[in-house]
């Protein structure tokens, strides 16, 4: 099968993260397909040894995370842009296989047909790596943490699902879904677990807010789940305030907030492959434009 793959998949790049932590915590917004900002930045990231001991993500987050764990530099992209067009991954071969129209599955199972992640590396106990869910029973924020809960991909694939076209995850006894459907930026967790140094990465300009009208599609769709639908119906809302104080928090200097420098016009389920591999590489010159603040920031 011939895949229309982004035409610089060669410019990305390659090769291993140290191993050397720096005490402090990423934490990484969603967005589905806007989520290649975040890859191009994490990659610069690793390429200049800036690997943060604590990583918490949303959604397409949770999967830039993951890869970001694993120290595997480029991965995530090369595995996107070159993917997206396929029917296995996004299509109706998705649908079939997970009766949703986006597979998280593709991205996070071993099928043999993807580069592999560096499981040896992912799970070692001196990173922490924790994906946000959203509990459908009761619409609370699940934060599961690897080598802490009993299935650490199965938690990254909740918190990957997009409400309305995906399945919920069972984990256990209960149905989760995308974690944004509850918090989208978790900056609060990292603050709570008492981190003196919180990166931000967002995946929308930084005065991008939500229209905030309650969500009666919401209400009516998760009728089943009431706590659920009432908290999805009110998260645009929730989702500004959490911009509105993560500015704030910038700065005051409790946290280094970064978004992209531009405005995004790629969708959430974007197809067009060379607006993808822009927004990759927005990330990464974003990255490399402050990379000199950061790691001061860092007290590298």
């Known amino acids: 099968m011939q895949l229309r793959v982004y035409s610089g998949l060669g410019r990305i790049p390659e090769g291993q993260a140290s191993e050397n932590l720096l005490q402090g915590c990423l934490v990484l917004e969603g967005g589905a397909f806007r989520g290649l900002y975040t890859q191009g930045f994490l990659d610069a990231m690793m390429q200049n040894g800036l690997n943060l001991s604590c990583v918490i993500g949303v959604s397409a987050g949770a999967l830039g995370g993951m890869n970001y764990v694993s120290g595997q530099i480029g991965r995530s992209a090369r595995i996107n842009l070159t993917f997206r067009r396929d029917p296995r991954y996004v299509g109706r071969k998705a649908f079939v296989h997970s009766h949703s129209l986006l597979d998280v599955g593709f991205l ?7 580069e592999p992640l560096d499981k040896k590396r992912f799970y070692r106990p001196e990173q922490r790596f924790i994906a946000v869910a959203t509990n459908c029973l009761t619409g609370e924020t699940s934060y599961f943490e690897k080598g802490k809960c009993t299935n ?3 938690a990254v694939k909740a918190s990957a699902t997009m409400p309305y076209i995906s399945p919920m995850v069972m984990i256990g006894d209960v149905p ?9 930026i978790p900056y609060q967790w990292a ?11 967002r995946t929308r300009e930084a005065d991008f807010r939500k ?24 998260s645009n ?17 409790r ?9 995004v016009t790629v969708g959430r389920v974007e197809k067009d492959m060379e607006k993808l591999g822009e927004l990759y590489f927005l990330g990464y010159n974003d990255c490399m434009k402050q990379i000199e603040d950061l790691k001061t920031y860092l007290g590298e």
């Open 237 to 253: 809302a929730d989702y500004n305030a959490q911009c509105d104080e993560t500015e704030k928090l910038h700065s005051e200097g």
């Open 176 to 184: 989760y879904l995308d974690g944004g459907c509850s918090c989208k």
């Open 255 to 263: 946290l280094f907030r970064f978004a992209p420098s531009q405005p």
């Open 152 to 154: 650490i991909m199965e």
């Open 211 to 234: 229209t905030e009208k309650e969500s009666g599609i919401a209400l009516k769709h998760y009728r089943k789940y009431p706590e659920f639908a009432k908290k999805l119906a009110v």
């Open 108 to 114: 996070t199972d071993d099928r043999g047909i993807l």
């Open 191 to 201: 603050i709570d677990q008492g981190f003196e140094k919180i990166v931000v990465i």
